[in-house]
């Protein structure tokens, strides 16, 4: 079970019951609610493990501070991580002007794809939830996650699927 794994019970201790700054949901809300999609779209181990590791390692600051824990894990895992942080810190929505979607260059590793797919829709999911129409750069998200689902394949049948077995395990 993902959750007795040292990647999950980390992140969890990381956040503890810290939550966002806008919405006021618990940080750790991200990683429960992209495991349900990673389970349901068949990930492996390692990429769930990745993906609870992936905000320890996101930006260039997390990764200087948390750089001496990448020893402790399997380097599978770590190369997953690492490649995930890669790709996705390569189209970022702060960073984006009138992108097309063919700019968004997807990883080789389909477990990173899956890692992308789970983060993807979850943050879509609360952007429509608490900041839609409401955050100032509401339009230029909204072209983002359109960007990003149209380059992972993730159409709008896949997207409700994934909000609704969500919204059920709550």
Not at 71 to 94: G, Q
Request: charged content about 30%; glycine content about 2%; proline content about 2%.
């Amino acid at each position: 079970m993902i959750k007795d794994t040292t990647e999950y019970k980390l992140i969890a201790r990381h956040y503890g019951d810290r939550v966002a700054r806008r919405s006021q949901v618990r940080l750790m809300n991200h990683i429960d609610e992209g495991l349900i999609i990673l389970d349901m779209i068949g990930a492996t181990d390692a990429a769930k493990r990745a993906f609870c590791l992936h905000p320890l390692f996101q930006t260039n600051e997390d990764l200087k501070e948390n750089v001496y824990m990448a020893s402790f894990f399997d380097p599978h895992v770590m190369l997953l991580t690492m490649e995930y942080r890669n790709i996705a810190n390569a189209f970022l929505s702060d960073k984006m002007d009138d992108t097309i979607i063919g700019d968004i260059k997807l990883s080789p590793l389909y477990e990173v794809n899956d890692m992308l797919v789970a983060d993807k829709v979850q943050n879509r999911k609360d952007y429509i939830t608490y900041h839609k129409d409401t955050h100032a750069r509401s339009a230029q998200l909204d072209l983002y996650f359109e960007n990003w689902l149209t380059a992972l394949k993730v159409n709008d049948v896949a997207y409700n699927r994934f909000c609704k077995a969500i919204e059920a395990r709550r």
